[in-house]
């Protein structure tokens, strides 16, 4: 195979993986005007074959990103924190309020109800997957 | 052996015995409704606990202690400012109960509480901002720690700081329970999470329909 097809298949690979993983519904609650960081939630769909880990998300409007998950324990509210998240393979995962969700820290603008914010995901093999997460309040 | 004569003395006694039960059930007020009317499943009733003298601040400044729970239903719940998940859904949902109450028509009668596990940070101009956000109708308690902890060591939340971040910033794990006082300032029932507005709404109505009818506030 010519030497200059390598990358070229690369890339038609990473896309296709790319296909395979769904993420929809993407959005961020509204904080109170003195809080700086914000909730966010998705649907992540797993339609390979392999399990995929998430292992960052970055964005321009935040300084820092993490996997969270609101827990409880014998009534008592807890916080996990995840250094990355696996995603078996068929499955689909709700990242909704009271569960998993994403922390975003050190908003770089004010962000208003309505505003679009871009969210990359990274996952294992080099997949990147960039969505954009609309900014509501949670009574909407 | 007996004779016919035990025998007749014998069944007169127990006819006279059952005859005897009878009235007595017959007569007795409210046999059967009387217990039934006295029991609520989940209703701290006939003991329950009084809450004593507490000194806090609302987020207005003023102090917030045991006679400004009394001639009202209390709803509280606990939770802090930063908090980044479960007390904004439960802050979207108290707003959502205090709209109920207002359209059943008992507003005056009841006051939605949020207290703060996190005094130090949650200071009264952070707690009122928190609270605008959401619903200026919603009363925010703070003050010292020692002040916030004594209300919720008596109503028996827990709370536990977690190890500071890079930035200093700290989570709290608290309770998620709601808790109902009444009027006489006494703790009547716990709502356990998952939490929603037409549960909890609909239970308030049932708990202080049923109190109101053994209690003259």
Same mark, same amino acid.
């Given at each position: ?8 298949? +690369?890339?038609?690979?990473? +896309? ?7 993420? +929809?519904? #993407? ?11 914000? #909730? ?20 321009? #409007? ?21 250094? =990355? ?30 505003? =679009? ?24 | 052996?007996? *004779? ?24 007795? @007020? ?28 609302? %987020?207005?400044? /003023? ?20 908090? @980044?998940?479960?007390? @904004? ?10 709209? /109920? ?35 200026? /109708? ?25 190890? @500071? ?8 794990? %608290?309770?998620? *329970? ?16 998952? %939490? ?6 609909? /239970?308030?109505?049932?708990?202080? *329909? ?8």
């Amino acid at each position: 195979m010519h030497l200059i097809l390598y990358p070229v298949l +690369a890339f038609i690979i990473t +896309a296709c993986q790319a296909n395979e993983i769904i993420i +929809a519904n #993407a959005w961020i609650a509204q904080s109170p005007p003195m809080i700086d960081f914000n #909730a966010g939630y998705f649907e992540i769909k797993n339609q390979s074959t392999m399990p995929v880990s998430l292992l960052a998300i970055t964005s321009p #409007a935040f300084g820092k990103i993490e996997i969270h998950r609101s827990v409880e324990e014998g009534q008592i509210s807890k916080m996990q924190y995840f250094e =990355s998240i696996d995603f078996l393979p068929g499955e689909k995962y709700d990242f909704s309020p009271g569960g998993y969700h994403l922390m975003l820290f050190d908003p770089t603008r004010v962000l208003k109800s309505g505003d =679009s914010v871009p969210l990359q995901f990274s996952f294992t093999e080099a997949v990147q997957i960039q969505v954009m997460a609309t900014v509501k309040s949670r009574s909407d | 052996m007996f *004779s016919e004569t035990t025998f007749k003395t014998i069944g007169l006694i127990i006819v006279l015995m059952i005859f005897g039960m009878a009235i007595g059930i017959y007569t007795t @007020p409210n046999f059967r409704e009387k217990s039934a009317d006295e029991y609520m499943e989940g209703v701290f009733w006939p003991n329950p606990k009084q809450i004593g003298q507490f000194e806090t601040m609302d %987020h207005q400044g /003023r102090n917030f202690g045991v006679e400004q729970l009394k001639g009202k239903w209390s709803i509280l719940f606990f939770g802090y400012t930063y908090c @980044p998940d479960v007390c @904004p859904i439960t802050m979207t949902i108290m707003s959502d109960v205090q709209a /109920r109450l207002e359209q059943a028509g008992v507003v005056e009668d009841a006051q939605l509480l949020f207290v703060t596990v996190d005094p130090l940070r949650d200071t009264a101009d952070r707690l009122a901002t928190y609270i605008n956000y959401f619903d200026s /109708r919603i009363l925010g308690l703070g003050g010292t720690k020692q002040q916030v902890d004594s209300l919720v060591s008596q109503i028996g939340v827990v709370y536990l700081h977690g190890m @500071p971040m890079d930035d200093g910033n700290y989570l709290v794990d %608290h309770t998620a *329970s709601l808790f109902l006082i009444d009027p006489d300032a006494r703790l009547v029932s716990i709502f356990s999470t998952p %939490h929603d507005a037409e549960t909890i709404s609909s /239970r308030f109505f049932e708990i202080k *329909s049923f109190l109101s009818k053994l209690v003259q506030y």
